[in-house]
T-cell receptor
Framework: AQSVTQLGSHVSVSEGALVLLRCNYSSSVPPYLFWYVQYPNQGLQLLLK??????LVKGINDFEAEFKKSETSFHLTKPSAHMSDAAEYFC??????????FGTGTRLTVIP | GAVVSQHPSRVICKSGTSVKIECRSL??????MFWYRQFPKKSLMLMAT?????????EQGVEKDKFLINHASLTLSTLTVTSAHPEDSSFYIC????????????FGPGTRLLVL
């Protein structure tokens, strides 16, 4: 079985500051891990994914995430927040072509 | 990347009527599509898996007679909310897995349903 826990339903950062969104997963098999972003009233856009290749994954808009098996974590980071990064972020785990299991989401607010 | 569309993007209907939502994979074929429901400020809840050429697989607690799913072709799945009630108001999102892309799913833009 797979599950995802996102710590912190809301995160606020100042523009230009580091963004850190936390995600821990549980999976009985080697997981595929994803971060998606959702802007208001829109669908989900893939930011990045881990599929058993490099443990440090780089995505769009300077986001990256590191897969740490020992910590069962896949935290999302960005060195410098931009106002346009304000959105809802979802971590998800899957095992292939099946459906994804989503975390409860983290709303990122960027303060000017 | 692959593109998934949904139609309509927004629909308002009266209680008791039925509403059909279409999900299309525009530049790839999808033998499987997924339908999710998202409540305000909540995560996505998988409702059902749509399978081309066979019956949909519903998650526990989802009424199959209320949420009819038809996967008519390799690029089209439809979700029909029958006899809609105000509690069915929600944001419905579909997705389709990319081919050979390590579990990546591509999501439609969602359909906002409001039942009066």
């Amino acid at each position: 079985a797979q599950s995802v826990t996102q710590l912190g339903s809301h995160v606020s950062v100042s523009e230009g500051a580091l963004v850190l969104l936390r995600c821990n997963y549980s999976s009985s098999v080697p997981p595929y891990l994803f971060w998606y972003v959702q802007y208001p009233n829109q669908g989900l856009q893939l930011l990045l994914k881990y599929t058993s290749a490099a443990t440090l994954v780089k995505g769009i808009n300077d986001f990256e995430a590191e897969f740490k098996k020992s910590e069962t974590s896949f935290h999302l980071t960005k060195p410098s927040a931009h106002m346009s990064d304000a959105a809802e972020y979802f971590c998800a785990v899957g095992t292939g072509a099946n459906n994804l299991f989503f975390g409860t989401g983290t709303r990122l607010t960027v303060i000017p | 990347g692959a593109v998934v569309s949904q139609h309509p993007s927004r629909v308002i209907c009266k209680s008791g009527t039925s509403v059909k939502i279409e999900c299309r994979s525009l530049d790839f074929q999808a033998t499987t599509m997924f339908w999710y429901r998202q409540f305000p400020k909540k995560s996505l809840m998988l409702m059902a898996t749509s399978n081309e050429g066979s019956k949909a697989t519903y998650e526990q607690g989802v009424e199959k007679d209320k949420f009819l799913i038809n996967h008519a072709s390799l690029t089209l799945s439809t979700l029909t909310v029958t006899s809609a009630h105000p509690e069915d108001s929600s944001f419905y999102i579909c997705s389709a897995p990319g081919q050979g892309e390590g579990g990546t799913q591509y999501f439609g833009p969602g359909t906002r349903l409001l039942v009066l």
